[in-house]
């Protein structure tokens, strides 16, 4: 019956594992957009070693934003990512790990700031893009091919995109250089059955491309884990997850909650752990960095609107006015 | 393509709504089992009339446990549910909100305790009984329905049941007098795929028998939400959720993200946003009570185990030592 034609077309179930699944840790990245990437080195390092430690594939630090748009002064080194900054806490990177960087399109001056590979530390630079800014973002994933790298991009705020504009930006990115693609839920607005339809569209983009399609979900309406676990069961093999979910406005899907669904025994679930309780109780505890599932972030992913308007709400004086904030986003709809 | 296949046996999709589908507010019951079921008067009557303003169809305030059993200077009211407690609340309840009770397996005393439905404000017994239990509940569902009431059955722990049983059980339980029977899971401890073959095979089960399918899911591997949303997209009319996610452990299906997908117009999200931020949000901060997602309950769920172990690490003296547990998780396992 057609329940087992269902069956048939996901890649794998729970009790399985399919070697080619690699997990992108993005803590140090997108946790950076919560304090203007101001880590201290301790921080940083503890992730690093973590992502060694647990058997992560790749490890995103941050950005390599333009400082003539973004002043050094008023961020944290991990907007910029420089290779002195990446040194500090990788040395020459001795382990299994890739080091990963995000190029902004229309944000990164990559003709300077990404340097040939053979100068650099990093692995992979992961292309972020808006769907009109494809042009430059395909200049960028040519540029920093040729330069030597594994490139990706990150196709932003999905959910935001018109059924024959995404099959346009599909079409063109699956004939780059790109080695994946994300489908990137960046409003957290999306339901599983919605990723399951995106996944099998990107796949089917990439057929016999040698590309590999991937995940970036957000928690807004608490799905940010079961959406990636739907695109993974449908054929998604590029995960990006980040400890203790850490990540702008409502987050990631959790680090944690992915080694415990994944049966390859490469990924360890202690260390991760062991690096939440140590280092990531005590910056939640401080109260500087929030982050994590709240209904004005919900409110916003049910409404498909960017969560900086929540954001802003947080950090304002009437913080847990859910009411006020429900009344003003449907006015503003 | 088999795609569409699965569209098929999918009951409706993001953008339709079912008009079967019930929602079961299970606030002051699941509640009930963080604070001893005592909740003050003011609280359990703010979310009865935010039910009735939100149009939920249907309100559960606690068990009906047995005193001789539970000595009741140790419980709060809730426990017990006796008639003039519910009154202080709804009065006869002059509304369309259905009021429930739970009745457990041999922990209630229903020959006595379950008056006859012309003298009790109750509209709906759920009977919650683990397998073993299941010849107990059958006498207590024809009980209740005898004297009046719908019966549901909630069959607990699903997933520490083996294939066989579950098969015998739901062939019994279809044959008795309920109208509805609930997948309950309990630990938190299910992936979407394997709700969606639960719900699958329970609505086989009562095919032609006019008997609808429930989910109460649990927050455990924050995936209650979504589970929910995996057994009503295949058919569970029934569902369970509470305002704030409140409920023992991790909790449960968040009633205001429930709000947000389902688009029956009946539904009401602000007088639910309005109770929590009145009253949840206070409660959370005088901080005797706790629920909600955390990584000691992923632990158990990851594990399939009850969460009693991770309920009192976080009662105990190391609330935040996860590896402790985890270690101490895995040499009992």
Redesign the interface.
């Known amino acids: 019956m ?2 087992n ?2 069956d ?3 890649k794998g ?2 009790l399985t594992y399919r070697p080619e699944i690699k997990i992108m840790d993005c803590t140090i990245r997108d946790g950076g957009l919560i304090n203007d990437h101001k880590f201290e080195d301790g921080f940083v390092k503890a992730v690093y070693k973590t992502c060694v430690a647990a058997g992560i594939d790749a490890m995103e630090f941050g950005y390599k934003a333009d400082k003539k748009i973004f002043a050094p002064g008023q961020f944290g080194d991990w907007k910029f990512c420089d290779e002195d900054t990446l040194r500090r806490i990788v040395d020459d990177n001795p382990t299994d790990l890739k080091i990963a960087v995000m190029a902004d399109a229309e944000r990164t001056n990559y003709h300077s700031d990404i340097l040939p590979k053979s100068e650099s530390v990093i692995d992979i630079v992961r292309v972020a893009t808006y769907v009109h800014q494809i042009p430059t973002a395909l200049e960028m994933i040519k540029d920093a091919h040729d330069k030597g790298y594994r490139v990706t991009c990150n196709l932003m705020a999905v959910s935001t995109i018109q059924e024959n504009e995404l099959g346009e930006a599909l079409e063109v990115l699956s004939n780059s250089p790109v080695c994946a693609i994300f489908i990137v839920d960046s409003f957290g607005a999306y ?4 990723i399951r339809a995106l996944a ?1 569209k990107f796949l089917r983009a990439v057929e016999g491309k040698g590309i590999e399609i991937g995940i970036h979900a957000h ?1 807004n ?7 990636t ?2 695109a993974l ?1 449908f054929g998604a093999n590029r995960i990006d997850a980040t400890m203790n979910g850490m990540g702008r406005g409502a987050g990631n899907c ?1 680090l ?2 992915l080694l ?2 994944l049966k390859n025994p490469k990924f360890q ?2 260390p991760v ?2 690096c ?2 140590e280092h990531f ?1 005590p910056l939640e505890n401080a109260g500087n960095m929030e982050w994590g ?1 709240r ?1 004005p972030y ?1 409110i916003t992913g ?1 409404m498909n609107q960017h969560p900086r308007s929540a954001i802003k709400m947080r950090a304002g004086k009437n913080p ?4 006020a904030f ?2 003003q986003m449907i006015e503003e709809e």
Do not use: C, H
Not at 221 to 227: E, I, S
Not at 320 to 323: E, L, N, S
């Open positions: 057609s329940e034609a269902k048939q077309l996901a179930t729970w339901y599983s059955e919605q099998l928690n309406q608490m799905l940010a884990y079961a959406n676990l739907e069961i959790p944690e909650l415990g669904f679930l202690r752990l062991e939440i309780q109780l599932y209904i919900m049910q847990d006015d859910y009411v429900y009344d």
